[in-house]
């Protein structure tokens, strides 16, 4: 039986604006979504009072709060907090997963003390020496430590233990499974599936045959089982970067424009970070003004401007819309396979029946 | 539960399922049959959701019963036993004997409610043909099934029943085959679906012969009725990509050649066939066909085959394995090969309603895309 902890920190980067600018105390304030069309990232609990949320784009966040203040984003800022909690994470165990800047699971499994102090002790340190307040979950697996990090936010923490995962589950709704959207909350809800508990009376070949794989592990989610374990080292998948456009760009030659900017971001990321990762694909998003995304991807190892801007080009014909957002990336090839890697030098290539994107 | 039964029998129906059992399934149950003792017949069925297949064999039923044993491990046994006559009995906590001869053993089971039942297909399009028709029509086009996964609306055959007629078409994207035969039904019933690819393979296993063969489509799933096998599977869901516009409505010529005959030379020339590119060159000259291939630092390999051909001399490259496939599932002596130019995709036909589109490789400069 493991013993994990999920620590998230208290509306991270708006608690650092705080921390940062005191004459803000008492106001509701929000970072990113200042401009034009920018979403917000985080905001405060004064904020959230009148409905603002993060991810809500900045002008629906100020009809909603009239005096919101809006700060910019200050990623270093936060990227220098973060370091600081992960160093206090370490000293009391090697097994840290982090999230994101604000949040990560601790394996505390082996620490030979009850992970309830450890995490009352971490959240103290946190705020000695950040001034920003974190929220703990403690729990048997992943999924209900973070569940249960939820519990008593902001400042506070919840533990579910081993003997109390049943209970715990039976009157949790399902759209707190990771992975169970509004969508899938409300398909359930219609066949009056509102919590985990309802869930469980389905049998697994009911589960498998109706949601698939899915099924499969939904069915394990909603007993409160949760194999994975927390892996320090996670293997970036893929590198890339976007843009959201304070104006729609209507032509191909502004879109082009911009993927060259971004392609160059991210082959100096590439040169800076990962120069020796084997590259499998490379590919372009675009996101049209109807919120609809398209991907086009294309085999390559070399990624080069050229060549995102014919996967641009290729993308951009899908809709006759005007573009919102742009992103570049690659992915990367696994490390382990050992993929022919020059089969691009054969002199003769198969000749397909259909096009691309018709079969 | 007992009943008493041939050996001969058992092993044939345990032929007809124990390919469907999944062992790797999170389901401990998919990885038992179902077994069941009724009016002197014995039932046994598998799954893994995705396709079932039930088979019934004779037996004396001395008590009527059921359960669910262990698939492989009771088909291992069955296999093994030593006289032509086999008693099995079960006791209501799912524990059987298996006696034949001298030999005895004791497996224990699960009880049969938790094996998911079979789909009932209601409101269903229903159409019959003989057996061996449509294992026929599977194995002249299954082959050119793609195995690519990303594709995975071609990882079946279309079944399109229209027009009186049942077509089946199976492509890669890179080669595609498509046999139609006539078949009579009430025009509303008119239906295309996809065949995953295990349901054609466990289908042209157990079809057979000059009996009928029933078919039931419903809401994403298919039945097949073979009087003594029932299989159900169910369908890939998407749509097919338009075959019949990559099928080149005329070509300029026409070459007979003897099936055999290019079979073989085919076959000889692929083993200097480039690896990476994987391509023999067929050139048509005056009168001949040259069939050849290199593989740079290794070596070549060529053979000429004299046909009957007057025109233009044209070369086209094509992989060897997309045009073996067809000539090793065909019968018929003769095929003809008709082509446009070196960049048009080529067509295989033969004397019965059957066609093969293969497109070419192509050249193209180093490194490019």
């Known amino acids: ?359 | 539960m007992k009943v008493i039964l041939t050996k001969e029998a058992l092993v044939a129906a345990l032929g007809v399922v124990a390919n469907v059992v999944s062992n790797r399934s999170p389901l401990p149950i998919l990885g038992n049959a179902l077994i069941k003792a009724e009016d002197g017949k014995l039932t046994i069925a598998t799954t893994d959701l995705a396709i079932g297949v039930r088979a019934v064999m004779p037996a004396e039923v001395v008590e009527a019963g059921a359960t669910t044993l262990p698939a492989k491990r009771f088909f291992s046994i069955i296999r093994e036993l030593p006289a032509p006559e086999v008693t099995l009995t079960v006791d209501d906590k799912h524990s059987a004997t298996i006696e034949s001869g001298s030999a005895y053993y004791k497996i224990m089971g699960m009880p049969q409610e938790e094996f998911p039942p079979f789909p009932r297909l209601d409101g269903t399009r229903a159409f019959s043909l003989k057996q061996a028709q449509l294992k026929d029509m599977l194995r002249r086009t299954a082959y050119a099934i793609s195995t690519e996964e990303s594709r995975y609306v071609l990882n079946g055959v279309l079944l399109s029943f229209k027009e009186n007629q049942l077509t089946v078409v199976a492509t890669d994207g890179r080669r595609l085959a498509m046999v139609q035969e006539p078949l009579e039904f009430p025009e509303e019933s008119a239906i295309d679906v996809i065949l995953p690819t295990a349901a054609v393979n466990e289908l042209q296993r157990v079809l057979k012969g000059d009996e009928p063969v029933g078919i039931s489509i419903g809401q994403n799933q298919i039945a097949f009725d073979l009087g003594h096998i029932y299989m159900f599977s169910k369908l890939v869901d998407g749509n097919y990509p338009e075959y019949r516009r990559v099928i080149p409505a005329a070509a300029t010529g026409r070459i007979v050649l003897e099936r055999e005959l290019l079979l073989s030379a085919v076959r000889r020339v692929a083993l200097l066939a480039n690896e990476k590119s994987l391509s023999v060159k067929l050139s048509f000259g005056n009168n001949n066909l040259e069939i050849s291939a290199n593989t740079p630092d290794i070596g070549e390999a060529k053979e000429t085959l004299t046909i009957s051909y007057t025109d233009r001399a044209f070369a086209i490259a094509f992989n060897p394995d997309y045009l073996m496939d067809p000539l090793k599932n065909l019968d018929g002596d003769q095929v003809f090969f008709d082509f446009t130019n070196e960049y048009e995709p080529g067509v295989l036909k033969y004397n019965r309603p059957f066609t093969y589109v293969i497109m070419p490789m192509r050249a193209t400069p180093s490194g490019a895309k």
């Open chain 1, 1 to 359: 039986m493991r013993k994990i902890i999920h620590l998230d920190m208290d509306c991270f980067y708006a608690a650092v604006e705080m921390r940062e600018r005191p004459e803000l105390a008492g106001l509701p304030i929000a970072v990113g979504g200042g401009s034009k069309r920018g979403v917000i990232c985080t905001c405060n609990y004064k904020a959230r009072q009148y409905g603002v949320r993060s991810a809500m784009p900045g002008f629906m966040a100020r009809q909603r709060c009239p005096d919101l203040v809006f700060l910019p984003v200050r990623f270093d800022l936060y990227r220098a907090t973060s370091q600081v909690i992960r160093a206090i994470f370490h000293q009391y165990t090697p097994l840290v997963e982090p999230l994101s800047l604000d949040e990560a699971y601790l394996d505390v499994t082996d620490a030979g003390r009850y992970a309830w102090d450890i995490a009352r002790e971490i959240r103290a340190r946190i705020l000695s020496e950040t001034q920003l307040t974190a929220s703990a979950g403690i729990a048997p697996n992943k999924m209900l430590a973070k569940i249960a990090s939820d519990w008593r936010k902001p400042n506070g923490q919840f533990a579910v233990l081993p003997e109390q995962v049943h209970a715990f589950m039976a009157a949790l709704p399902v759209r707190k499974i990771w992975g169970v959207g509004p969508k899938s909350a409300e398909r359930f809800a219609a066949r009056g599936i509102n919590t985990c508990g309802d869930l469980q009376k389905l049998t697994l070949p009911e589960m498998a045959a109706q949601f698939g794989k899915w099924g499969e592990e939904l069915y394990h989610l909603c007993r409160g089982e949760d194999n994975r374990a927390v892996r320090p080292h996670r293997i970036r998948k893929s590198l890339s970067t976007e843009n959201t456009f304070f104006d729609n760009l209507t032509t191909l030659a502004e879109c082009q424009e911009a993927i060259d900017k971004l392609g160059r971001e991210v082959l100096d990321d590439l040169r800076a970070k990962v120069p020796e990762r084997r590259i499998r694909n490379a590919y372009v998003t675009v996101k049209f003004s109807d919120f609809t995304r398209t991907t086009r991807q294309c085999v390559c190892t070399t990624p080069t401007l050229e060549i995102w801007r014919t996967l641009l080009a290729e993308a951009w014909q899908r809709k006759p819309l005007p573009v919102r957002l742009l992103g570049t990336g690659v992915q990367f090839a696994d490390d382990d396979s050992d993929e022919d890697d020059d089969h691009d030098s054969a002199q003769e290539r198969q000749a397909e029946l259909f096009a691309a994107d018709e079969a």
